[in-house]
């Protein structure tokens, strides 16, 4: 398993490390085959836009750079955009990810995507994310990959 240049860049230094302690939103989703966990959490300005975003991964070290990576996309962004973020998205902006290491990026944006809508429903409103895959306990996070994968080899054990 080869991992890019920038996967490498943003384990060893990943970005936005942390949490927020008085966030407007937070997104915890785990993986239950490999047992990555993720927490983003999020501060939202008056215009609905990211104004800070920090994440908590215990995961291997493409869960670290998937974490990373979306948050550096989605600071900034309106919170619509931000649940926009695909999986496929996360993957090209980190230089690609092995098919086996996808649902990293899966995992990543749903977090994002939880703590948006945790942030809708503490102020009221509707949810707009859409569909959590991770939350589904039948989700098999390596349903569209094109190569075989060994659960323990994709995790790093």
């Known amino acids: 398993m080869q ?3 920038k996967v490498m860049e943003h384990f060893n230094n990943p970005r936005n490390v942390g949490v927020i302690e ?11 085959v490999c047992g990555d966990i993720m ?16 994440f908590q991964t215990l995961g291997c070290g493409a869960a670290i750079a998937t ?4 948050t550096e996309l ?4 309106s919170i619509q955009d931000a649940v926009g973020i695909s999986k496929q998205q996360v993957a090209d902006e980190l230089g690609g990810l092995p098919a086996a290491k ?3 990026s899966v995992l990543a944006t749903d977090g994002l995507k939880v703590a948006v809508d945790d942030y809708l429903v503490k102020h009221g409103r509707e949810r707009i994310a859409g569909e959590v895959k991770s939350a ?5 996070p390596h349903s569209d990959e094109d190569e075989p994968h060994d659960d323990a080899e994709a995790c790093g054990l």
């Open 3 to 5: 991992y890019t240049e």
């Open 102 to 104: 996808m649902h990293c």
């Open 67 to 70: 974490s990373s990576i979306v």
């Open 39 to 54: 927490k983003i959490t999020i501060k939202v300005d008056d215009t609905d836009h990211i104004s800070d975003v920090k």
């Open 136 to 140: 589904d306990p039948n989700f098999d």
């Open 22 to 32: 008085d966030a407007d939103g937070v997104g915890e989703v785990g993986n239950p």
């Open 74 to 77: 989605a600071r900034g962004m």
